[in-house]
């Protein structure tokens, strides 16, 4: 039976409008597809796939559901280019669901199980010429080492790379329980109680075949362009390389530059023109684990455009060390001069005010001087003389002068 994780949750953060125009970018066995095309009667739903047989399969369940879709066998590392070419150039939604399908790892003929005997395949597109039996017989033993450290995160990589390349030089390894059985023999018992031994090595070989972590990257920088106004795009990850990648382009499109940061104002074609509507991840109820146990490991992140681009002839500059330092420098040196200024001006203003007060004084010094000086000269004038000396008894005689002639 096939289960769509977290599909309630990945529908209601679509935000789904019944006109709206809306993308399924891992159609698988329509799942999410069928109930986004239940809500859209006005609206229009492409969903891409790039496994034919999934694409037949969902086009019959969704046919019983509306006519209003088209199915498109292809990666969805062109989504941008294929909606273009129907003439689309927005839309109001889109859904990623990351995980391999439970028909896909059921089917044993795809090889992607690690639990039943298969081929070595793993392609998601059967037309591709890369599938897990190339990786595992041509790969050098540094390449598989590399891989599995990466993509699966295997701490026994280098054992289990060393153990393949000696096996297959006495014959290829043919199907997943060879490979398997390889794995086993080069992982110390008690690790392979924690979980499957060769889920990690089965996950970096898948990964590896459909180059799935650069296309991830590519159809996300191109779908967020993609968003009209309030239109939302819902991504389910299965492991911690891909949540990673959504993550972090996911805060790219919704964090203010960090150059801009500082600043008191920030101009508002520099604001963001995205926010996430989860800041932590959505995971399965305990009810969906109990009747799938396969959607454990799911996490839900979603992001919305909240306003257009605004244009501006103005680019935002990233400085480097150097200039930084430099800026930062400038602005020590304008603030230490500001301050200066205040300094000065505060200082000017107390000397003004002293010399007012000096100022003050010395007017009413100069004051009582002339005061001082018109009292002297009043009392030093002849006629207070003869009044002085008259009130002592004396009196002015010319008689008691005489002139001596040489």
Wanted: charged share 25%; proline share 2%.
């Amino acid at each position: 039976m096939h289960y769509s994780v977290l599909l309630e949750e990945s529908i209601s953060n679509l935000n789904i409008k019944e006109d709206g125009i809306y993308v399924d970018a891992t159609l698988g066995f329509a799942g999410h597809s069928s109930e986004i095309l239940k809500r859209i009667q006005k609206g229009y739903l492409f969903a891409f796939d790039q496994d034919i047989d999934a694409c037949q399969a969902s086009n019959l369940k969704l046919s019983k559901v509306g006519n209003n879709f088209k199915i498109i066998n292809d990666n969805f590392v062109n989504i941008k280019k294929r909606l273009e070419e129907n003439n689309i150039h927005y839309v109001d939604g889109i859904l990623y669901d990351l995980g391999v399908s439970s028909p896909q790892l059921d089917i044993a003929s795809r090889g992607f199980s690690y639990h039943n005997e298969a081929r070595l395949d793993m392609r998601m597109n059967q037309n591709s010429s890369l599938s897990a039996y190339e990786v595992v017989n041509n790969y050098s033993e540094k390449e598989l080492t590399d891989i599995f450290y990466k993509y699966g995160e295997e701490k026994y990589a280098k054992r289990i790379a060393s153990n393949i390349v000696k096996y297959r030089e006495n014959k290829k390894i043919v199907t997943t329980l060879e490979l398997v059985d390889i794995i086993k023999s080069s992982i110390p018992f008690k690790a392979m109680r924690e979980s499957h031994p060769a889920r990690k090595v089965f996950q970096a070989i898948r990964i590896e075949v459909n180059d799935e972590l650069n296309v991830l990257k590519t159809s996300l920088e191109d779908a967020i362009k993609l968003l009209n106004i309030n239109g939302r795009i819902c991504v389910i990850t299965f492991h911690s390389l891909e949540d990673r990648i959504v993550k972090e382009i996911f805060n790219k499109y919704t964090k203010v530059n960090q150059e801009l940061n500082n600043l008191p104002f920030i101009p508002e074609e520099y604001l963001p023109n995205y926010k996430l509507i989860n800041t932590k991840v959505i995971t399965p109820s305990n009810k969906e684990l109990t009747e799938n146990n396969r959607s454990r490991s799911a996490k839900l992140r979603v992001i919305e455009r909240i306003k257009w681009y605004i244009m501006t002839k103005t680019k935002i500059k990233y400085f480097s060390k150097l200039e930084r330092f430099l800026l930062r420098f400038y602005i020590f040196l304008v603030i230490v001069l500001v301050i200066g200024i205040i300094f000065g001006q505060t200082t000017l203003s107390k000397v003004n005010f002293e010399v007012e007060k000096l100022k003050e004084q010395v007017n009413k010094k100069e004051n009582n001087n002339q005061s001082l000086t018109m009292i002297i000269n009043e009392m030093v004038s002849l006629e207070n003389v003869f009044n002085v000396a008259s009130n002592m008894g004396l009196a002015y005689n010319n008689d008691n002068i005489k002139t001596i002639k040489d």
